[in-house]
């Protein structure tokens, strides 16, 4: 999870509705569901947490920004290791 994920999550939150997010399991995932599922539900903003059943198409994706940052991450790790070398 990172803080722009928290920050998103806590703008989507309303005052009289309970606020609902569904944990995916994406094929980097570095910690388990479970523990995913942890993270989310210690948030202020965050009412309920399940993991995400298939044929349920969740309203916003996190997915693709995960992915983006996550290839950025490689890349930069990558970027300092040759420059080590």
């Not at 994406?26 to 044929?55: C, H, K, M, S, T």
């Not at 349920?56 to 290791?81: F, G, M, S, W």
């Amino acid at each position: 999870m990172l803080a722009s994920h928290a920050e998103r999550l806590a703008s989507l939150k309303s005052d009289d509705k309970p606020l609902l997010v569904l944990i995916a399991t994406p094929p980097n995932a570095i910690l388990p569901a479970a523990a995913r599922a942890e993270l989310v539900a210690g948030l202020r903003a965050v009412d309920y947490v399940a993991e995400l059943a298939e044929g349920i198409a969740p309203q916003i994706h996190l997915e693709q920004e995960d992915d983006a940052q996550y290839q950025a991450l490689v890349q930069h790790v990558h970027a300092r290791q040759a420059c080590g070398s």
